[in-house]
């Protein structure tokens, strides 16, 4: 099949191609303060966040990433700049909007585990869908429990849980909605190592077998080796990314940026 573009308009072409993208941004600009002291978080991004696949974000302290994360989630705005969720341009949209569209179509997953602590497992992973009105779909959220192995925690409170066990109760959170984007934020970074590659497993079978997009955030060579492709920041801009990448060479890349 040949898709021809003959006599179509630059900003057409750039929809088609972001029409097959779970996320995406056009000179994504984000300066916190002005004058001498302004720090500029990030200048002149564009990425896009292929869908069904997992997508590390790597970069020295300082270089962008957590606030790239934050932008392309809906949770910040850019101070100029186009973001997108799927064909939807969240920059476009009001505030009561953007947190309709959030609560639908976004899942997280924090390094904190941000559970609510009254609340039991079960409680903590219906909460997005409370909160949006809906009810749960009981085969997909039976699927994620069982894929997960919560079957037997669902009735425990946070505080009766190990590390790894709320984890993938957020995780469990993250999914039931069945968002168009997971963004995890340094989702590792509470864990120990054998917990930590638990989770990062599941993320992984989360895309594999779930269909799912993942963007995760990390500063770790071994948890973004298990993603698809490492996009690496460095100054606020886009320095490079990794296809398929291996430990040794997400290792390499990053030192070279911070050498640079």
Do not use: C
Request: charged share 20%.
């Amino acid at each position: 099949m040949t898709t021809t573009t003959t006599g179509t308009s630059p900003d057409h072409t750039r929809d088609v191609a972001r029409a097959a993208l779970a996320a995406s941004t056009l000179d994504l600009t984000k300066t916190y303060g002005s004058g001498e002291t302004a720090v500029h978080a990030l200048d002149g991004v564009s990425v896009g966040i292929e869908a069904q696949r997992f997508t590390a974000i790597m970069g020295p302290s300082g270089s962008g990433k957590s606030t790239l994360m934050h932008l392309l989630a809906g949770l910040d705005t850019p101070t100029s700049g186009r973001v997108f969720l799927g064909d939807t341009e969240l920059t476009s949209l009001s505030d009561k909007r953007l947190t309709t569209l959030r609560r639908r179509a976004v899942g997280f997953v924090f390094q904190a585990f941000n559970l609510l602590p009254t609340l039991t497992a079960r409680q903590n992973i219906r909460l997005p869908l409370d909160l949006a009105g809906r009810r749960p779909d009981a085969g997909w959220e039976r699927r994620i429990v069982d894929g997960l192995g919560l079957g037997d925690r669902l009735d425990h409170r946070p505080g009766e849980l190990s590390g790894g066990q709320q984890q993938r109760v957020a995780l469990a959170r993250a999914l039931v909605t069945r968002p168009e984007v997971i963004f995890a934020d340094e989702p590792t970074g509470a864990l120990d190592s054998t917990t930590g590659a638990e989770v990062l497993a599941l993320l992984r079978r989360a895309v594999d077998e779930w269909g799912q997009t993942v963007v995760m955030v990390t500063h770790d060579a071994n948890a973004a080796a298990v993603a698809d492709r490492v996009v690496l920041l460095a100054d606020g801009q886009v320095a490079g990314e990794l296809v398929d990448p291996a430990v040794d060479a997400v290792l390499a890349a990053v030192r070279d940026l911070g050498r640079a």
